[in-house]
């Protein structure tokens, strides 16, 4: 099971980071993801990282604003988000995919590479 939190309401240019707790005891072994679907739109890719951290993956509309990150230790991963926008406001989702060895980024940007999804979190960022 995946647990997102930390989502809330920020004004432009503000910050917030969310966290998504898995529980089970193979988390190292999966691919996670971020996604976001704002209303009346398609839940789209934000952010992926690799099973083993090494490797990162973004949508370009996040790029160099939000940074992924996981601790294996603590079975989350996290999403620092920075220099928020309204067109960020959207609820973010947490996903897992695996478990793997196998990190893509064609596969990563996709919702159905992912075999568990978190329940969601609210962004809302005002102007």
């Known amino acids: 099971q995946l647990q997102a939190y930390g989502g809330g309401l920020v004004q432009a240019g503000g910050s917030l980071r969310l966290s998504c707790a898995a529980s089970g005891r193979t988390f190292s072994s999966y691919n996670m993801g971020w996604f976001r679907q704002a209303p009346g739109k398609e839940r789209e890719f934000v952010a992926a990282i690799s099973w083993n951290t090494i490797s990162t993956y973004y949508a370009d509309s996040v790029k160099g604003r939000f940074t992924i990150s996981r601790d294996n230790a603590k079975n989350t991963v996290y999403l620092p988000m920075n220099s928020l926008k309204p067109e960020d406001t959207a609820v973010y989702f947490c996903?897992?995919?695996?478990?793997?060895?196998?990190?893509?980024?064609?596969?990563?940007?996709?919702?159905?590479?992912?075999?568990?999804w978190g329940q969601g979190t609210l962004v809302t960022v005002s102007s």
């Open positions: 996903a897992a995919d695996g478990p793997t060895r196998v990190f893509s980024r064609s596969l990563q940007s996709r919702s159905g590479t992912y075999d568990s």
